[in-house]
């Protein structure tokens, strides 16, 4: 089945490592997202790719970092730099272009707990 | 700028009885618009889109909403809520090119049985 996956689900870290949060599609999306939730504020947007090799940032892109090697995967890096970094974490992929454009497709998320 | 408001943090609803879920939204040209679903720890899921077309939208599980541009509103509608649909609501603003969406804070539905 096509879709995006997200790994791993839970993830416990001690403050001041670096953790790299896993996303992959095999819906031959372009584009990919990565967004954090947290309760009472809707999801706000970390950083975006339209194409490979590219990425833009979003709204809340300190301490974070993100590479578009592939297609198919868009991994996101938390780093020590990221102040609060403990919330839920989703990956998402989209079309671009035609009329399915700002139709997101998701995966299910990786929760981030900071020790 | 675009921004959306969801009227309602917490909405609970019994079982066989209307569902509303209302939204605002500001945009400086003619917005899509969409309504996500999301079920406790999971991603969201899309339930219906506005792109200019029929202003009444009709989605999945039995959901609709209708654009009004005279009240800049996209409230989200169900005749009947069943207990499967307690989960928290999005309502989603984007431009034409779709590249950057704007989350409102979302609605948690809560049904009774």
């Known amino acids: 089945d096509g879709g995006i996956t997200q790994s791993p689900k839970y993830l416990f870290r001690k403050e001041g490592q670096n953790v790299t949060l896993s996303c992959e599609q095999n819906l031959n999306h372009d584009a990919m997202y990565w967004y954090r939730q947290d309760p009472g504020q809707g999801l706000r947007l970390i950083y975006y790719s339209q194409i490979v090799n590219d990425f833009q940032k979003g709204d809340i892109a300190e301490g974070y970092s993100v590479s578009r090697e592939k297609k198919e995967s868009f991994p996101l890096t938390v780093t020590s730099a990221q102040k609060n970094p403990t919330a839920f974490y989703l990956c998402a992929s989209s079309s671009t272009g035609g009329p399915d454009t700002g139709e997101l497709f998701f995966g299910e998320g990786s929760r981030l707990t900071v020790l | ?113």
């Open chain 2, 1 to 113: 700028a675009q921004s959306v408001t969801q009227l309602d943090s917490h909405v609970s609803v019994s079982e066989g009885t209307p569902v509303l879920l209302r939204c605002n939204y500001s945009s400086s040209y003619s917005p899509s618009l969409f309504w996500y679903v999301q079920h406790p720890n999971k991603g969201l899921q899309l339930l219906l889109k506005y792109t200019s077309a029929a202003t009444l939208v009709k989605g999945i599980n039995g959901f609709e909403a209708e654009f009004k541009k005279s009240e800049t509103s996209f409230h989200l509608t169900k005749p009947s809520a069943h207990m499967s649909d307690a989960a928290e609501y999005f309502c989603v603003v984007s431009d034409r090119g779709g590249n950057k969406l704007v989350f409102g804070a979302g609605t948690i539905l809560r049904v009774k049985s």
